[in-house]
T-cell receptor
Framework: KAGVTQTPRYLIKTRGQQVTLSCSPI?????VSWYQQTPGQGLQFLFE???????NKGNFPGRFSGRQFSNSRSEMNVSTLELGDSALYLCASSLAGEPGTGLADTQYFGPGTRLTVL | KQEVTQIPAALSVPEGENLVLNCSFTDSAIYNLQWFRQDPGKGLTSLLL?????REQTSGRLNASLDKSSGRSTLYIAASQPGDSATYLC?????????FGTGTRLQVFP
């Protein structure tokens, strides 16, 4: 079974631009979460989608948004990029619709998209 | 507010040693705890998930324990190998997200 895939793997943008990142979950997984990883802040939760609905959102400004499609693929968008948005963006998928469902809640991560903002 | 801490931050050991990585969390109201490894510049690989009702889980040379009441988990790696070199992250699952620790960078030298 193919793992979580993310595209593109690397991206270089300039301040003020906007960017869209894509995530394809493991087949059959309907929950997709996004995380930002930086050396200073570690891994921080952005948002979670399940069945095309955003269920949870982390403490990020409104410039960060996302969506999920009917095939469970998800995209996240960052508008008006800032230098501090440079990070590794990771997406994770799971089988479970909610926490507390045992091993079905195991989060499987993709390889990430490395975003550099100049 | 849930906080997750991992000790030590870095560890360097010779091949063949058994070692223990520690993870502590401040709020025991968790659904599960998951251990991951991350190779430099790569994504996270899931190692083990322990449900809140469980005490331990094993996979090959890895054994993870959970003591929810004291807010602690340990990852035991038996007979370490150079290929085990990576950063190990623990994460607790609450209602809406995973909350990650700061990680332990492990180096196993031949």
């Amino acid at each position: 079974k193919a793992g979580v895939t993310q595209t593109p793997r690397y991206l270089i943008k300039t301040r003020g631009q906007q960017v869209t990142l894509s995530c394809s979950p493991i087949s059959g997984h309907r929950s997709v979460s996004w995380y930002q990883q930086t050396p200073g802040q570690g891994l921080q939760f952005l948002f979670e989608y399940f069945s095309e609905t955003q269920r949870n959102k982390g403490n990020f400004p409104g410039r960060f948004s996302g969506r999920q499609f009917s095939n469970s693929r998800s995209e996240m968008n960052v508008s008006t990029l800032e230098l501090g948005d440079s990070a590794l963006y990771l997406c994770a998928s799971s089988l479970a619709g909610e926490p507390g469902t045992g091993l079905a809640d195991t989060q499987y991560f993709g390889p990430g998209t490395r975003l550099t903002v100049l | 507010k849930q906080e997750v801490t991992q000790i030590p931050a870095a560890l360097s050991v010779p091949e063949g040693e058994n070692l223990v990585l520690n993870c502590s969390f401040t709020d025991s109201a968790i659904y599960n705890l998951q251990w991951f490894r991350q190779d430099p510049g790569k994504g996270l690989t899931s190692l083990l998930l322990i449900q809140s009702s469980q005490r331990e889980q094993t996979s090959g040379r890895l054994n993870a324990s959970l003591d929810k009441s004291s807010g602690r988990s340990t990852l035991y790696i038996a007979a370490s190998q150079p290929g085990d070199s990576a950063t190990y992250l623990c994460a607790v699952r609450n209602t809406d997200k995973l909350i990650f620790g700061t990680g332990t960078r492990l180096q196993v030298f031949p």
